[in-house]
């Protein structure tokens, strides 16, 4: 025994989790989405994954080393995930510039100006989004149609998304079929309302997100609409239409549901839910914009630190 | 459906290498080193003197105040020095050596294997004759038991709760304790509810027990009162405001005792330890410790005499395997780590864990990602990773407001956080300091 023991507070062992197992946990639930929009959308889709990814791990990397002077962490799989979310809100014919400046957006301004992972107030993917739909509004809002695997980047035919076409009035909509697989204009990684649930049912499985925030989503989102849905049907859509189109089940699954950036207590999950759900509702029923899942997401991102203050955990023993 | 504690917990590896070990009688050592704080509340008070010759269960040390207990010989011999010795604190605290010689016992005490089913005494005789024992709570808290038999006023007790449920990884001396001394173990029960004036009481076990299960069930219909109950099995059951969530599914409130629920919960191994103070006259000196690790030739439960240095159950075990790196005094969850080998076995000694050096390293901390994982596993409903923040920043105030002082360190929290963040350390350290705050503002 002349070596010598390690002595340090209990507990003694621990059970092996680790910041990147979940964040390539949320990965692994992404590539149904991914596979699905590669079919849909072909050589476009493949390129803006890449270029999105890489130069949002790029950005991370040159940040920390330059500005921050600290061990690079781009190992841990945050940075390839705000990457492929980036990528999943984008059109598949978004020019390569358009996409660095939406990864800087991201990773400079959304997470690293904040001090970088945990940190930040923001989904730094949604930040980048948000910044490229703001400042190039007509490339943001073109998108592909649907082929398959189509070997065209930013030549392909162009059309538009389901939410558009109703803010337009137009009525001839994509089928059901059609919007659960994904053949229907839009994002490329928000196409397929199947392959996110898929998604959802791995995150909840390897229990890495709870039910209360997707659910709370959809439920209200659902309900909301449902009721305008009710009270004139004419002029607002069915609430499964609502669910299915746009950003709606992306959001709700994989943006909404990032750990840095929602509430920690169950009961705080909920109300994060719910005012999501409301919001996006409202945007796209009486907004300008078509679509307001990334604007509810921010702005309840926004409250979230109020939420954390008002919405504490259930306290044992407590009233 | 099973029950359990209904807010939070976790399923740690159970790694119970030693279930099912029969209890094997550890040799008498040739010194043993009593501590006089094996308790929890003030040291006792030495009553023997360098040269002093004593039997086995001779008294020798008196309760030092009202939260204390009486010590008693584990061996017979001639008392070398009182003098300060390192215990499982880790601190230098003073106890006294006994040079063994022979294994003379003291007369009142009954050592045949005869099961004494009746007793005549009252409750109150009970009760004197656990204090009289030195008897603590075995699980590890070592509160002392005739403490918690005796409520304040105003308050009955309406059920006992036997935690049985050792949901520790690795600990097994409480289950075998059930398998070979069931008939012991409910006849204490039976004491400790005259003793309470109770009629009804629980024993609690987790469903990885299930011939302790079947075993005591069996033996209980002979018992009026008494019920078996199975838990699922989720760490910290063992916990004594989970236990009684568990069992009678009431949260006992903040900052209160478990009467004001109308529980009294005791442990199993206490139990035994009474049914021998009681029917037997023997004081408490020995007990059943669990040694164990994944790379010890042979992990075992060894009855071992209070005050037995640790090393000699460890050779019993097949001694200190190569890279070694962390001996534990209790289980993995809570247990303490230890400074040397050399420390000696106390009343509250359920285990010795041996890690290896690689199951010893904490990995490196990173940053908190909020992940909430933290929250969702603590079963005080508490949020860890704010607390550990408002201690760093020593924004006291925070921390009291979230409730920092009910915290039971269990360290699910810790065993959890995905960024290895040293959660429970930091939530101690604010949990003293606002203990601390607190008494200071009542004073």
């Known amino acids: ?319 | 459906m099973l029950r359990t504690f209904r807010i939070g917990g976790i399923h740690p590896p159970e790694n119970k290498l030693s279930a099912g070990k029969k209890i094997v009688r550890l040799a008498v050592p040739k010194q043993v080193i009593i501590p006089l704080s094996q308790h929890i509340g003030a040291p006792a008070q030495a009553i023997v003197k360098k040269g002093d010759m004593v039997k086995t269960g001779t008294l020798i040390a008196k309760p030092g105040g009202f939260v204390s207990a009486n010590i008693h010989s584990s061996v017979s011999g001639k008392i070398n020095k009182i003098d300060s010795a390192i215990d499982a604190s880790g601190y230098k605290r003073t106890a006294i050596f006994i040079d063994v010689d022979g294994d003379e016992w003291e007369d009142a005490i009954d050592r045949s294997d005869n099961l004494i089913k009746d007793c005549k005494l009252s409750g109150k005789e009970i009760i004197d004759k656990i204090a009289a024992a030195g008897i603590v709570g075995l699980g590890g808290a070592t509160f002392p038991t005739q403490i918690k038999l005796t409520p304040p006023p105003g308050n009955k007790a309406e059920i006992l709760i036997i935690n049985a449920v050792e949901c520790e990884p690795y600990l097994t001396s409480d289950h075998i304790l059930m398998m070979e001394k069931g008939e012991e173990v409910l006849i204490g029960v039976t004491l400790l509810m005259k003793a309470i004036d109770v009629k009804r009481a629980v024993i609690g076990i987790e469903n990885n027990k299930p011939d302790a299960i079947k075993h005591l069930t069996n033996l209980a219909s002979a018992y009026p009162g008494i019920e078996i109950m199975p838990l699922k099995v989720q760490y910290p059951q063992g916990g004594e405001k989970q236990l009684i969530d568990a069992v009678i599914r009431k949260q006992v409130k903040s900052g209160a005792l478990p009467i004001s629920a109308g529980a009294v919960v005791q442990n199993v191994g206490t139990s035994f330890a009474v049914y021998e103070a009681v029917q037997k006259n023997k004081p408490l000196i020995e007990r059943v410790v669990t040694v164990t690790g994944k790379k010890l030739t042979n992990p075992t439960n060894l009855l071992t005499r209070i005050g037995t240095p640790i090393n000699a159950l460890i050779e019993e075990a097949g001694g200190v395997p190569e890279n070694t790196g962390k001996i534990i005094g209790g289980g993995p969850m809570m247990g303490k780590a230890l400074v040397s080998p050399d420390v000696p076995v106390t009343k509250g000694s359920s285990g010795i864990l041996l890690l290896t050096k690689e199951e010893s390293v904490r990995k490196p901390m990173q940053n908190c990602i909020r992940c909430a994982k933290c929250v969702n596993v603590c079963p005080m409903g508490l949020n860890p990773t704010l607390l550990m923040n408002a201690t760093e920043f020593t924004n006291w105030d925070m921390a009291e407001a979230n409730y920092i002082v009910d915290c039971i360190e269990c360290g699910s929290c810790s065993y959890t956080c995905p960024a290895n963040r040293p959660l429970l350390d930091y939530i101690r350290l604010g949990k003293g300091k606002v203990m601390g705050i607190i008494r200071a503002r009542k004073a």
């Open chain 1, 1 to 319: 025994m002349e070596n010598k023991i390690i002595i340090s507070p209990s507990p003694h062992i621990h059970s092996g989790d680790s910041v990147s197992k979940n964040m390539y946990g949320v990965l692994i639930a992404l590539m149904p989405a991914l596979l699905v929009s590669l079919y849909y959308f072909g050589l476009g889709s493949l390129i803006v994954t890449l270029v999105s990814v890489a130069a949002c791990v790029l950005f991370e990397y040159l940040i920390q080393k330059f500005f921050f002077k600290q061990p690079a962490t781009i190992t841990d799989g945050s940075a390839i995930l705000t990457g492929l979310l980036l990528a999943f809100n984008l059109p598949s014919n978004l020019p390569v510039w358009i996409i660095l400046i939406g990864a800087l957006a991201a990773i400079g301004i959304g997470k690293m100006s904040f001090g970088g992972l945990g940190n930040n107030i923001f989904n730094p993917a949604l930040v980048g989004r948000v910044f490229l739909l703001i400042s190039f509004p007509a490339q943001m809002t073109t998108w592909p149609v649907p082929g398959t695997f189509p070997m065209s980047y930013m030549d392909g035919q162009t059309g538009a998304t389901v939410l558009s076409l109703m803010n337009e009035g137009v009525t001839q909509l994509p089928t059901y079929t059609d919007m659960l697989l994904g053949n229907m204009g839009g994002s490329l990684g928000e196409v397929s309302a199947i392959a996110l649930v898929l998604g959802l049912i791995f995150l909840l499985v390897r229990k890495i997100i709870t039910w209360h925030i997707p659910i709370s989503i959809i439920l209200t989102s659902f309900i909301f609409t449902g009721i305008m849905h009710l009270v004139n049907p004419a002029e607002y859509a069915h609430p499964i239409i609502h669910i299915l189109s746009g950003g709606l089940l992306l959001g709700a699954i994989f943006m909404a549901t990032d750990y840095v950036t929602s509430p920690m207590s169950k009961s705080g999950m909920l109300v994060f839910g719910i005012g999501i759900g409301l919001l996006t509702s409202l945007i796209r029923l009486f907004g300008a914009y078509p679509e307001g899942m990334s604007f509810a997401i921010l702005i309840m991102n926004a409250l979230t630190p109020l939420i954390n203050l008002y919405f504490k955990p259930k306290h044992f023993g407590g009233k």
